[in-house]
């Protein structure tokens, strides 16, 4: 029972909750493991726990990255984008080699970082590559492609060099995880998958109603609610 403002999974199949500015991990059925509070840099934007001995969370309203140990306790220094050029970072997630994506809304351009912090790979203007002018609320890298997810004309997405492939025309997606070349997704209807390989779509029945996020991880199904996160088996 939680009033949580999301959730992620790692590729063990721990679940990870941000509430009220801390961080709880569990196991797969439902054991508290660890939990941390970072009230100091306010709202918690993003957890990426791709790697789960060095998770990334991102803070927009300080405009910093913080790295977490799999204890979730802080391991090194803290990057602060606008020291290096980047007043304007919406998102930000973790790269291969411990790079790093961030999107710079100044001039529209998913940039990625190595971890000196030297640009490696940046996709020029997407608005102008694309022709539609775009505000994406997620980011992430997975499988050697970077999606970028934007509310209003669908899925784009990446190679890991930065260059744009074709968006997936998938409209009002709420959140986006993808396993196994299948994109999970929660829209204003409910909840859907669509095959990259098949170009095909597909809704999914859930016992739950009022669903706020989907994770699914092994052989589980996690859903946060207004108050609690619900976890299946399958």
Not at 225 to 233: F, N, P, Q, R, T
Request: hydrophobic residues 40%; aromatic residues 10%.
């Amino acid at each position: 029972n939680v009033n949580a403002q999301l959730i992620t999974t790692d590729k063990l199949g721990n679940l990870y909750i941000v509430a009220n500015q801390e961080i709880f991990k569990y196991d797969a059925n439902g054991t508290l493991l660890q939990k941390n509070s970072i009230k100091s840099l306010g709202n918690l934007s993003m957890l990426d726990v791709s790697n789960p001995m060095k998770i990334m969370a991102f803070f927009k309203d300080y405009n910093k990255i913080v790295f977490l140990d799999n204890m979730l306790a802080i391991s090194g220094s803290s990057i602060d984008l606008s020291s290096i050029g980047f007043d304007q970072a919406t998102l930000a997630s973790s790269s291969h080699d411990n790079g790093i994506w961030i999107y710079n809304s100044l001039n529209f351009e998913l940039v990625r970082l190595e971890p000196a912090l030297n640009n490696s790979h940046q996709s020029g203007n997407i608005a102008q590559l694309t022709g539609n002018a775009i505000k994406p609320t997620s980011l992430f890298e997975t499988n050697n492609r970077v999606y970028l997810c934007d509310t209003t004309i669908g899925v784009l997405i990446f190679d890991v060099f930065g260059t744009y492939i074709k968006t997936i025309p998938i409209k009002s997606i709420k959140q986006l995880q993808v396993e196994n070349n299948i994109m999970y997704f929660t829209d204003l209807i409910g909840f859907g998958s669509f095959n990259l390989n098949l170009l095909q779509q597909n809704e999914i029945a859930l016992p739950e109603t009022g669903i706020k996020q989907i994770r699914l991880q092994k052989n589980r199904v996690f859903i946060l609610l207004s108050d609690k996160v619900a976890i299946y088996e399958y």
